[in-house]
């Protein structure tokens, strides 16, 4: 029996492993698979429901939908033959699943001993994980669909103290494909520089608090551009009332000429990309703010209908076990004109900011507060020393709107994206910009 047209389908499978090594050694080491199917019925009322690949269907349907599921369910996990207009699951992956074992051991052992050159260290941490994810789908429509994305990502954390003062470096490098791409960011690399970061800090003095120009560098990663700007730009925000300062103003000018945004999931290899989205629209690049003019938001298929246009296939859910809803992928500003170097000299006095922390922004007000891990106070041009404990407060507005320079250059951070209890793997970019007036914040946490 088939699942009746007019009901979407979503159905995965996937393959985790994650290593964990503390203080000198291998911790854990986890290794689970799993999979299931997710099925939505469009209308009024709109219905979810999701099978665990153990478990019943919740009586949410129809009995006659639910037989229907039940059937289709069974066919894709028993692997039987598909016939002409059922599931396919992807083929199996051509690049080897997993990190050998051995050599992951060997890598974490000397990333350890790469952040611990100095007696300062204390304390060195060290993920590796790897997600293997196949899904398979069909749209209301009955189109049918397919995708495969294999994660790979590494993270070190090092703590360092002096007796008075303790103070953490991270460093993160993600990316999808199989696990030689981790090979290439040199994990013992990462980690030394992480132990840098946190010891650069312990002989930092604090932040001078105040309003003053602010150089983001392309290293610093893109969290501004993620949290400031294109969460309010998601379609769900927009319909909601919770972005007024995006709402009803397309075709409008939001931010500087100099700024461009766009979010692209076809970009390859990016912890963010894929072939189609969660609901089966072909990924697409998509120009959100051009030249300082807003151009579009970030639709799945619900929030495409109410807006009365099509998605542009950004529908992304964590698992079959959630419904789609609009979400980023690899979201970035645009390269511009200036020369990074030229922009740094323009300083007489202020903050070059070379790694971004956490922050929080309200989406509806704009307003916005982000830590500073990494930051250097500037005089006359150059970066003089490092300094510590800065937070940057402002207003997305306000911020779009001061941005004076746009660099050449274009550097990466990667994360995962919380929203409405659901994780996304996530990348944002930004070139270096100056803004010339932000407030900057101290701390005292020690």
């Given amino acids: 029996m088939r699942v009746p047209i007019g009901i979407e389908i979503f159905a995965e499978e996937t393959d985790r492993r994650g290593l964990r090594w503390e203080d000198g050694r ?36 129809s009995a006659g939908e639910s037989v229907a599921f039940a059937a289709a369910v069974r066919d894709l996990h028993e692997g039987r033959a598909p016939r002409t207009g059922e599931l396919r699951w992807p083929p199996p992956p051509a690049l080897k699943p997993f990190v050998p074992f051995d050599r992951a051991r060997r890598w974490l052992a000397a990333a350890d001993r790469a952040a611990r050159r100095d007696r300062r260290v204390r304390q060195v941490s060290l993920t590796l994980g790897e997600t293997h994810r196949r899904l398979a789908g069909r749209t209301p429509e009955g189109r049918f669909f397919s995708d495969a994305r294999h994660y790979v990502t590494f993270v070190v954390r090092v703590t360092a103290s002096d007796g008075s003062l303790t103070q953490t470096g991270t460093e993160v490098a993600a990316a999808q494909g199989g696990w030689d791409r981790l090979a290439g960011f040199d994990p013992s690399a990462l980690a030394a520089l992480a132990a ?11 932040v001078r608090a105040g309003e003053m120009t602010v150089v983001l560098a392309a290293e610093a990663g893109g969290t501004f551009v993620h949290e400031a700007v294109v969460h309010a730009l998601e379609a769900d925000a927009i319909l909601e009332g919770g972005s007024p300062h995006f709402a009803k103003r397309l075709g409008r000018r939001v931010a500087d000429p100099r700024v461009t945004v766009l979010d692209d999931p076809t970009r390859a290899g990016q912890r963010g ?34 807006a009365a246009r099509a998605s542009n296939g950004h529908g992304r859910r964590e698992s079959f076990a959630f419904p789609p809803i609009p979400r980023m992928s690899n979201t970035f500003i645009a390269p511009g004109p200036d020369a990074p170097e030229a922009i740094l000299r323009s300083v007489k006095r202020g903050l070059w900011v070379t790694r971004m922390g956490g922050g929080q922004v309200n989406t509806t007000t704009g307003d916005f507060v982000f830590e500073v891990e990494e930051g250097h106070w500037i005089e006359d041009g150059v970066p003089r020393h490092p300094v510590r404990g800065a937070n940057l407060l402002g207003n997305t507005a306000a911020t779009l709107a001061a941005i004076d320079r746009v660099g050449t250059d274009l550097g990466w951070s990667v994360g995962t994206c919380g929203k409405d209890g659901q994780d996304a793997p996530v990348s944002d970019g930004l070139p270096t910009l100056r803004i010339p007036r932000v407030l900057v914040g101290g701390t005292n946490a020690r």
């Fill in 26 to 61: 291998l911790e854990e080491f986890a290794h689970a698979a799993g999979g299931g199917v997710g099925l939505r019925r469009f209308g009024a009322p709109a219905r979810f429901a999701h099978l665990d690949a153990r478990r019943p269907l919740a009586g949410v349907f």
């Fill in 196 to 206: 840098r970061r946190a010891l650069n800090k312990l002989g930092a003095p604090t």
């Fill in 273 to 306: 990309s894929f072939a189609v989205d969660d609901e089966g629209t072909p990924a697409q690049r998509t120009v959100l703010i051009e030249n300082g003019v807003l151009r579009d938001c970030l639709y799945d298929r619900r929030t495409a209908a109410r």
